[in-house]
Structures are given as C-alpha cells and as structure tokens.
C-alpha cells in the first residue's frame, strides 16, 4: 500500500487540526478557570515548551522515519533483536477509545448550534436545565447527534489522506482562526478583557497544588494529541523536503495561542459581567451561553460563531483519532479504506452510547462501574494513563532505541547542534521522569 503525501502547508494544517481540537477551546478554559488561572497557564506553557515540544518531534520522526501505520512505523524501526517493539505501535487504538466520548461532546456541539439560534438562555437555571435535560434525559437527541458526529467523520477519513483529511483542515482551520482571532477583536473592547488578561497571566502560586500541576502535565499531552498515534501517522505521509523540528514548533505553537486566545475570549466574556470562572465542564455549555444573552441578539451571533468554532476545532482533531486505526487495518489487513472507516466507526459508534447513556438518569446505573459513568472512566484511562504511556514509549523508543546518528540526521538540517542535545536530553531524561510520576501520581501510588 503506497502512502499519499500531504503538501506541507497540508500536512501543518492537518497536524494543528489534530491538536486544536476540544481540548483546546472547551476543557483548556475550564481547567483554567477551575484551578485558579496564572499559575496553572505558566505550568501549562512550561510543559508545552520542555515536553510536549519534544515528544512531538520524536513522534513526527518515527512516522517520518517509519513511512508506515502505526505498529508498521515501530516495527521497521525496531533493532532487529526487538521487534517487539512493534506493540507499542498499538497506542493507535487510544484514539477510537477517546473518540468514543469525543464525538458524543461534538454531538453535544452540534446541538447546541441548532438550539442556541432559538435564543439564549436568560439564567444559568435556565442554560443548566437545557444542558441536563440534552446530557442526562434526552438520550434519543443525543444518539442522533452523536451518530450525525460519526458520519461526518468517517465521511472525511473515507476520502483519504488528499482528497479528504487534508481538503477539510484546509477549510476548517483557517475559518476557525478567523472566528476565535475576530472574537478576541471583539473581546478586547469589553472591560472584561483586562481581568480576564490579569486572570490568566498573573500566576497565583497558592492556587496551585499537586493535583494543578499533573493535570496540567496530562492535559499538555492531550491538547497536542500526543502518545497515540495521530501525529505518527499523519507523518507518515509528511513530504519529503518539510523540517521536522520547525513543522513540530509551528504546530505546537499554533496549539497554544488557539487555547489562549479561546480562554482569552471566554474569560472575557465572563468577568464583562460577573460570572465566575471556576465551573467546571459546563463553562462553555453553561455559562457562556447565559452571559451571551446580555448581548441581545448579537450575543446569538456570537454564540453561533463560538460553537462553529469549537465544533470545526472538534472534527477535525476527531479524524486524526480515527485515522491511525483505518491505516493499520489497511496496512496490515489489506483491507479497503472504506470497510476500515466501516468497522472503526461502527466500534467507537456503539461504545460511544454506552458513555452517552452513561449519564442519563435511566440508564446511568447500568452503564457505571463502582459508581463511575462509563464516559468518566473512558477519559480518565485515556487522558490519565494510556496518553502518557504512549509519550513514555515514544520518547524512549526515540531517546535509547533509535541511533543517535540516524536521529540525527533526520533532524540535523534544522536544528543546531546545541538545540539537538537539549532536544535529545529532554526525551532521554526530562520527559520520561516526568511522566513516570505524572502516572504513578495519578495511579494515586505516589503523591507528591
Ligand atoms: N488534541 C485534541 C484536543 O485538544 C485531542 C486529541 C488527542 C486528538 C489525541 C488526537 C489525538 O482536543
């Protein structure tokens, strides 16, 4: 099976689709405003810049290096004594386990941007009920629009790599720059802006505990889609001539403004008139919607632009999630990308209701473990453990199993020496260490 190319405008837009996803507009403003702003932003950027920054160029060079699927990539990369090595290509399935509860809060989007042109809610009792009559009572709703959410996507994987994945991220991400960056134009006229500027960059060390911190390590690995396989496989159809390192610096970069220009905006929204910033999930769902109604009918116009946004940012971070598997089943099973796009959907589709009903009231019960909703456990088991696992096998794989040269020569024309040792440091030591006790703390083995 021959792999298509992307162009590299294609492939950047591509990878920082992947990245900017829901992660970025919708759970990046929440934590925030849930662990007390500055001081959890500066830990955020902190980890982008010396972890995340580095595990995503290692994962761009096994793809770029591998020109395979995910297991394929590791595999020919393996010494030839471990070859077992190739499990770790395994990590591609992450993304239809998180696409599971990922799809069902698109479909929740694409509700919303039917329900919001009726009219805002005018209290937040009002925005809640709309919120837990869609989440907890309306399962029918929300099955058609998680089902509406999984063939839009397997209708884009199923066009391929060209004429599909990197058709739509040229559309998508730039109209979603143009919305946040008009919205944060707006933003800046409102007296909110400066306490929600204040709000996000004046770090409040006493906010910040243990608990902050490693979330702000996990969510780093999140937001840039790392440790499964998305930026692996997009990689492997990366065109020749494209810098890996510059590649990984311009879409980490493009990740991180998006996060703070969308908490930029929220906040700003929210202090115009007084709400407060720590509420959670449903800031976006919730609040947001409310304090927009303070705008009249421009606030519905607003809304609309916000939730096209966050719903553009979802689709196209979701086909990256989808893809690493269609890939793999159609490397190593030779089988038609179609039936591929068939099976994985119909996979992540049905356990995808399981999560949904896992938060109605009916069937909340039969769909928990140890009183945990199934949508809980699925995000907590990705995000807290099979995400960093999968950025502990990358940069060790990269850092000890690769060749020093090979790596090397792969990254020489753009970075200098110094930059490469600080780089190769970084996956051997930094990252690892990290991680370690970013999971055994979560694992609630180790508190630190
Ligand atoms: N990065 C995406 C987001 O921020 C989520 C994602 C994770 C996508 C892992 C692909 C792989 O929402």
């Known amino acids: 099976m021959k792999i298509q190319r992307f162009s590299r405008i294609g492939f950047i837009m591509a990878a920082a689709g992947s990245a900017v996803g829901l992660g970025n507009i919708w759970k990046f403003p929440y934590m925030t405003g849930e662990y007390g702003g500055g001081a959890f932003v500066l830990v955020y950027l902190i980890t982008i810049a010396f972890i995340g920054f580095s595990v995503m160029v290692a994962e761009m060079l096994i793809g770029a290096l591998g020109r395979k699927d995910t297991v394929g990539s590791f595999e ?16 591609g399935f992450n993304g239809i386990i998180i696409m599971t509860f990922y799809s069902v809060v698109i479909g929740w989007i694409f509700y919303y941007l039917v329900k919001l042109l009726f009219g805002l809610p005018s209290t937040t009792d ?20 998680h089902t509406i959410s999984v063939i ?35 933003a800046f006229s409102l ?46 159809s990366l065109p020749k001539e494209a810098s890996i390192p510059k590649t990984a610096f311009i879409v980490t970069f493009m990740d991180t403004l998006i996060a703070l220009v969308a908490g930029l905006v929220i906040f700003s929204f929210l202090f115009q008139f007084g709400a407060k910033p720590g509420q959670g999930p449903g800031l976006v769902f919730i609040s947001l919607p409310t304090i927009l109604n ?33 890939q793999y089943l159609i490397d190593r099973f030779n089988q038609t990308r179609t039936k591929a796009v068939f099976l994985t959907s119909l996979i992540y589709w049905v356990i995808g209701i399981g999560a949904l009903l896992s938060y109605t009231n009916s069937w909340g019960k039969i769909f928990s473990l140890g009183g945990k909703p199934l949508f809980d456990i699925l995000e907590y ?36 020496d110094t930059i490469f040792h600080i780089w190769r440091f970084s996956i051997r030591y930094i990252a690892p260490i ?12 180790i508190k630190i």
């Open 152 to 186: 839009i996507v397997a209708w884009i994987v199923n066009k391929g790599i060209k004429s599909g994945i990197e058709k739509i991220n040229l559309i998508l991400m730039p109209s979603l720059m143009i919305i946040l960056f008009g919205l944060l134009i707006y």
């Open 76 to 91: 020919e990369l393996a010494p030839p004594n471990r070859k077992y090595w190739k499990y770790a290509g395994f990590m």
């Open 434 to 445: 990290a991680l370690i006790f970013m999971m055994l703390n979560l694992m609630g083995i």
């Open 381 to 416: 088991t990705t995000d807290s453990i099979l995400l960093p696992l999968g950025g502990l096998l990358i940069a060790i794989f990269v850092g000890y199993e690769l060749h020093k040269d090979r790596v090397k020569a792969a990254l020489e024309n753009s970075m200098g």
């Open 294 to 326: 303070n705008f009249g009918t421009l606030g519905i116009f607003f809304a609309l632009l916000f939730f096209l946004a966050l719903a553009f940012a979802g689709i196209t971070s979701a086909i990256s999630l989808v893809e690493p598997v269609v």
């Open 191 to 236: 007296d909110g802006f400066s306490k929600a500027f204040a709000f996000m960059f004046e770090p409040k060390w006493e906010k910040l505990n243990s608990e902050a911190i490693v979330r702000a390590v996990g969510h780093s690995f999140f937001t840039l889609s790392l440790g499964m396989g998305a930026i692996l496989t997009y990689a492997a």
């Open 126 to 145: 009002e925005a809640k009920q709309i919120f837990n009559t869609l989440v907890g009572d309306n399962e029918i709703i929300a099955i058609v629009c």
